[in-house]
């Protein structure tokens, strides 16, 4: 098989898939809403460039998407909720044409889309609001397109753009500086040669281009770091210790196992993995076969994947698969930036186990989603159900923290919630609201199993009115705001 070029064909795919997607995983569509993603919406709702250019409570997590949805809010009117998905969906598009830039074969082209608008179950992150990975990894995709153009093919206006589009990813998530260093080192000897002929008279605009953005950048991230929630938690310490970097090994092995034997959340999962598992064999057998772009994204994802592993953050948060995102789309792309030379020798062992991967990702996020569904899992919230919510006019929540910003997704303007005082908070300004209403709805749900005749948060009594009911899948009990509590 020849080279392909991306022709209207690969556009009206891309964009097939991507609406699909949209009407299955984004907010207004999406049946497991959380105050994580609504963290988000409201965000864009109301952004502050001064406060708001980290994810609130956290010092990473740059705040591309609820920036630029805010802007777009304001300009044409859209809700939060809906500015948020199209800017989402919009840079999703943009990262999978990206990322299409190195894979010069159609059926990897269009394998690639659908592994990434319709990912494995535990991968659904990439597609949420409220995670870095889809725009992280767009940013990171058309940093290395600039990079490509201006270090290996000598298109010196491309070193600016390399600039910027990495500062952007590395402000979006701190683990794109492992990206950049692997691949400062994997291309060295020509990226010291384009330096060698860039530094140069010939090129002072370039380089005065690429030295203001270096500053800009500099002073963008130390900005946004300076303003931000320090999170001790994540900053204590990088690596586990013996025992926590046992533990996480301990559970890759427990997932692993479990998807071997047909034991995990979906069968589905089990197909993808032993198509994903022959693909590597494939390649690893051939690895003299290998260079370029296909070995440095197979290589971030061995070294991504080990590191990740061996970072007292995983451990002390469930080892949970999400943080692997970053690392198992550069897998994606590896097995997808095929040559067509390599191709050629395997085309249909290599095309059958892509096709069964990426048709099993297809099922194993669709099939985990009907299963939530059809039992009516406490878990399912969907836009509709937070709708409901009367808002004729402005109200006042506390609850539990997936039972709190969650609420005010669709009428952030009216409805005004946040967790309770021994929840995790993520910001003050819903909490000095609230106390100032004469009148709060604690929600019950999660929290409460039986409605107290009064209770203290944040330092204020309430009293129960007696006034106990129920709106779609929230348990709301009415309370007086008696104001600060004796002590």
């Known amino acids: 098989m020849t080279e392909s070029r991306v022709t209207h064909l690969d556009w009206f795919w891309l964009l097939t898939i991507a609406v699909l997607s949209f009407f299955v995983s984004a907010p207004p569509f ?4 959380n105050s994580d993603i609504a963290v988000h919406v409201l965000m864009s709702h109301d952004f502050s460039f001064q406060n708001d250019m980290y994810y609130w409570s956290q010092d990473r997590l740059g705040s591309f998407v609820p920036m630029v949805a805010y802007l777009i809010k304001a300009l044409s009117g859209f809700p939060a909720v809906w500015a948020v998905s199209v800017v989402k969906w919009l840079l999703l598009v943009f990262g999978a044409a990206c990322f299409w830039y190195f894979m010069p074969l159609r059926l990897f082209r269009w394998a690639f889309s659908v592994l990434w608008f319709f990912p494995i179950y535990e991968l659904r992150f990439l597609l949420l609001p409220g995670h870095p990975y889809g725009e992280q990894l767009a940013f990171l995709a058309l940093s290395f397109i600039c990079f490509d153009r201006a270090v290996l093919r000598s298109r010196f206006w491309f ?67 300076l303003h931000s929630v320090r999170d001790p938690s994540y900053t204590l310490q990088m690596f586990a210790s013996l025992d926590q970097f046992l533990h996480s ?11 071997i034997f047909f034991q995990s959340i ?22 003299r076969s290998l260079g370029g772009w296909q070995a440095y994204f197979l290589l971030s994802f061995l ?54 991967l990426s048709l099993s990702s297809v099922f194993s996020l669709l099939h985990v989603y009907s299963l939530y569904v059809q039992d009516q899992d406490p878990v399912c919230i969907s836009l509709d159900d937070v709708q409901t919510i009367e808002h004729s006019h402005k109200r006042f929540f506390i609850g539990e923290y997936w039972h709190s910003y969650v609420l005010s997704i669709a009428h952030p303007d009216e409805v005004v919630s946040t967790p309770h005082d021994r929840d995790f908070l ?20 999660n929290w409460l199993n039986t409605v107290p005749d009064s209770i203290v948060q944040y330092n204020h009594l309430l009293v129960s009115t007696g006034n106990v009911w129920k709106e779609g899948k929230f348990e709301f009990a009415e309370f007086l705001n008696v104001g600060k509590a004796n002590h």
């Open 30 to 33: 999406y049946p497991f809403l």
């Open 159 to 225: 070193f600016p753009a390399f600039i910027a589009s990495a500062v952007i990813s590395i402000w979006i998530s701190d683990f794109s500086l492992f990206f950049f260093l692997l691949l400062s080192l994997f291309y060295s000897k020509p990226l010291l040669r384009f330096l060698y002929s860039f530094f140069s008279w010939n090129h002072r605009i370039k380089i005065l281009a690429s030295t203001i953005i270096s500053l800009l950048g500099l002073v963008l991230l130390l900005y946004a770091k």
């Open 249 to 259: 090994l301990d559970l890759l092995w427990f997932y692993t196992r479990n998807v």
């Open 266 to 287: 979906s069968f589905w999962n089990s197909f993808a993995f032993f198509s994903a598992f022959g693909l590597s064999f494939l390649f690893l057998v051939n690895y």
């Open 303 to 356: 070294l991504g994947f080990t590191f990740i592993s061996s970072l007292r953050w995983l451990s002390i948060n469930y080892v949970m698969l999400k943080y692997f995102i970053p690392t198992f789309y550069a897998l994606w792309a590896g097995f997808c930036a095929i040559s067509p030379a390599l191709f050629s020798r395997y085309k249909i062992i290599l095309s059958t186990l892509l096709i069964i």
């Open 426 to 445: 993520r910001h003050n300004a819903p909490v000095l609201a609230t106390l100032r209403s004469d009148t709060i709805i604690l929600v019950a749900n």
